[in-house]
């Protein structure tokens, strides 16, 4: 018996975005990414697991280690390509990390720590940042995967549309 049922050809990934507000707790990003695990299996995307959940681990962790409140991973189809997924984390500090400015600076080879954004960026078929100074404060992290284009295709665009 189907549980979900399979959407049309070009409907995009799936209908709707998930979204998960996880407290400043170190399981937190262990359970967001059974969610996406689930979610994605049960939209019949299971080859798409591993690489959003790479992604959506590094922004997770991100979040929970340099922030002290709490987070929220939202899941849903790109904008630009909705076969694709996105992960999207989004918390209460305004300032875009420097790894994650497009053209910014490539990790240290050297460093003992510092690489998740930029394994973000080199994973993401596509990715970017906002910054929300009009009152809702914080800021969004995404990252796309699964579609036919490479890391930087191109700025993406929506913030709106997953806030």
């Known amino acids: 018996m189907t549980t979900v049922s399979p ?31 689930m979610v994605l299996e049960a939209h019949g995307r299971a080859e798409l697991v591993e690489p959003a959940e790479l992604l959506s681990s590094e922004l997770l962790t991100n979040a929970h280690l340099h922030t002290t409140g709490p987070y929220t991973l939202r899941l849903g189809p790109g904008v630009a390509d909705p076969g694709r997924v996105r992960v999207a984390v989004w918390d209460g500090d305004p300032k875009i990390p420097p790894g994650f400015e497009r053209g910014g600076p490539r990790a240290d080879a050297c460093a003992e720590g510092g690489r998740g954004l930029f394994l973000v960026r080199a994973y993401a078929d596509d990715w970017g940042a906002y910054s929300f100074p009009d009152g809702r404060g914080g800021k969004l992290l995404w990252a796309e995967c699964g579609g036919a284009g490479r890391p930087g295709s191109g700025a993406g665009s929506g913030a709106d549309l997953y806030w």
């Open 7 to 37: 959407l049309p050809a070009g409907s995009g990934l799936f209908p709707g975005t998930y979204a998960l507000q996880l407290p400043h707790d170190p399981r937190a990003p262990g359970i967001a990414r059974a969610l996406l695990r």
